[in-house]
T-cell receptor, first 110, second 114 residues
Framework: QQPVQSPQAVILREGEDAVINCSSSKALYSVHWYRQKHGEAPVFLMILLKGGEQKGHEKISASFNEKKQQSSLYLTASQLSYSGTYFCGTETGSQGNLIFGKGTKLSVKP | DAGVTQSPTHLIKTRGQHVTLRCSPISGHKSVSWYQQVLGQGPQFIFQYYEKEERGRGNFPDRFSARQFPNYSSELNVNALLLGDSALYLC?????????????FGDGTRLSIL
């Protein structure tokens, strides 16, 4: 079951904050976040695991509500380089088979 | 260190032909996954291989097959190509199979079917 991301798109000015949400109808083992710029490969940002463990970049923060099967990615003090499409990938077991959402397109303007 | 490398970068085929896409994982990574990404959509899971065995398969027809070699590189084969197979095919590698490992993507192979 594909996770649902919201919003579909967001436009920010440099320095503004944004929250991107990812919701699943199934119990999740982990949530992975990636950013993809146009014409490039997705780049790993963060993993959130059932039980609270997180792995990822220091400047990225996220949360994982296991009971609600929801995750949120927090982008603070946005920079132009934050522009791109953000994907969450969810996993219901521990096999590493990710199911990605449709993405959230983030545009940061000067 | 080299990242995930995929070849070729672009490929044009006609309907009914077959295609082989190749992927070399990051050194030391034993798991390789294949994804199909259609423009404007997220990557869609096709296969995962770990230690040369198939460990996961997405909702794709039997025309799609893959294998992993002893050096952990991988091939994705697609037979009887359809127009709808036009997409970016991404390979991702990770240290192990389990879901607490980040997957690192290659730049992909853009396949166009005429």
């Amino acid at each position: 079951q594909q996770p649902v991301q919201s919003p579909q798109a967001v436009i920010l000015r440099e320095g503004e904050d944004a929250v991107i949400n990812c919701s699943s109808s199934k119990a999740l083992y982990s949530v992975h976040w990636y950013r993809q710029k146009h014409g490039e490969a997705p780049v790993f940002l963060m993993i959130l695991l059932k039980g609270g463990e997180q792995k990822g970049h220091e400047k990225i923060s996220a949360s994982f509500n296991e009971k609600k099967q929801q995750s949120s990615l927090y982008l603070t003090a946005s920079q132009l380089s934050y522009s791109g499409t953000y994907f969450c990938g969810t996993e219901t077991g521990s096999q590493g088979n990710l199911i990605f959402g449709k993405g959230t397109k983030l545009s940061v303007k000067p | 260190d080299a990242g995930v490398t995929q070849s070729p970068t672009h490929l044009i085929k006609t309907r009914g032909q077959h295609v082989t896409l190749r992927c070399s994982p990051i050194s030391g990574h034993k798991s390789v996954s294949w994804y199909q990404q259609v423009l404007g959509q997220g990557p869609q899971f096709i296969f995962q291989y770990y230690e040369k065995e198939e460990r996961g398969r997405g909702n794709f027809p039997d025309r799609f097959s893959a294998r992993q070699f002893p050096n952990y590189s991988s091939e994705l084969n697609v037979n009887a190509l359809l127009l709808g197979d036009s997409a970016l095919y991404l390979c991702a590698s990770s240290l192990r199979q389990d879901g607490n490992q980040p997957q690192h993507f290659g730049d992909g192979t853009r396949l166009s079917i005429l």
